[in-house]
């Protein structure tokens, strides 16, 4: 009889660069703020700009003892369109989400990779150009995943933006990062 799992499972997928592991890592440290129970850790093969690699969460209300690599997320998150395949979802129930950075529509999403579940996606890199003047299309993601997933609120993210860059970064680029993850948030569309 299947273990039912005490925690929320996020894979995440993109090229190095592209701020995959970074995001991970916000959102582990505001679901800790919110009182959870957390992991992020990447996985990278070759380590250089533009080569593929994972990173992962667990998010849980009790302490988590699993410290392996994601096999079955209830979350695909995918950077970088050019991943889209059929392996890239591989774990993911149709009852799970698949969240793409994408200018394309759901048809093309559902022929790259097979998945008849959930698909939900937003422009994220337009979005970070217009906003933070860079490609970096993290942020605007993390903002497209908390809408779709409700899994800390957005304030928390907000208030994590301003603690790890506020002491880097001038306030303008805070108030841009802070830009983006809102409009990450309000622009993701959902299949159904």
Known sequence: MPVAKKYFEIRWHGRAGQGAKSASQMLAEAALEAGKYVQAFPEYGAERTGAPMRAFNRIGDEYIRVRSAIENPDVV???????????????????????VNTVKDFDFVRQKTGFNGKICIVDATDIALQEIKRGIPNTPMLGALVKVTGIVPLEVIEKRIEKMFGKKFAAE?????????RRGYEEVKCSE
């Open 77 to 99: 998150v995918v950077i970088d369109e050019t991943l889209l395949s059929p392996t890239i979802v591989e774990g993911l129930s149709e009852d799970g989400i698949l969240l």
């Open 173 to 181: 680029i805070v108030e841009a990062n802070k830009r983006a993850l």
